[in-house]
């Protein structure tokens, strides 16, 4: 008889007691990893620096005569954990691409053929975490140009994050 009764008994407490302890390690393990990895994705962020902007005032000659211009440059870095990307540029209070044809822009040295025919959006520029940014805006000082000597310029610099940072220089 003790052998039919033992038959039909359930696991002895001790090994319940390790079964429920392995459980509960496993599922407190999955539990930790998965935190860890939204602790990674939530404290990504994207932080521009200026380094530095300055003006120079160059001529080119068009035509026979000489035309002033103005080069002003400005030096980023990305110093964020974060990739990101600038979506516009805005000069007091206005799109860049509303300067269009009358400027230039160079990014890296490169020239960026921002408009064709009749798009005037802006192209976006990447801007990977770590990395320097060199832009370099040109535009003529003549009757086209919305700016004068003595000028202050307010320089926005707008990100895929929905984030902006200002620069300011003068104009000689």
Avoid at 24 to 34: G, M, N, P, R, Y
Avoid at 68 to 74: D, G, H, I, L, M
Avoid at 89 to 108: H, M, Q, R
Wanted: contains cysteine.
């Amino acid at each position: 008889m003790l052998l039919k009764d033992r038959k039909f008994c359930g696991i002895s407490p001790v090994m319940a007691t390790v079964i429920l302890i392995a459980i509960a390690v496993t599922l407190s393990l999955a539990i930790a990893f998965w935190a860890s990895g939204l602790t990674g994705t939530f404290t990504k962020f994207e932080r521009i620096e200026s380094i530095t902007s300055y003006v120079v005032v160059g001529y080119r000659i068009q035509g026979s005569s000489p035309v002033k211009y103005y080069n002003v440059t400005f030096l980023w870095r990305n110093v964020g954990t974060a990739d990101t990307t600038i979506i516009d540029i805005v000069l007091n209070e206005k799109p860049l691409k509303s300067f269009w044809p009358s400027a230039e822009v160079y990014v890296d040295g490169q020239s960026v053929p921002w408009v064709s025919g009749s798009d005037t959006s802006f192209k976006e520029i990447s801007f990977p975490s770590g990395s320097t940014l060199d832009l370099v805006i040109v535009f003529p000082s003549n009757s086209a140009s919305p700016f004068v000597s003595g000028q202050t310029i307010e320089v926005k610099v707008v990100t895929s994050h929905g984030v902006f940072y200002v620069t300011i220089f003068n104009i000689p």
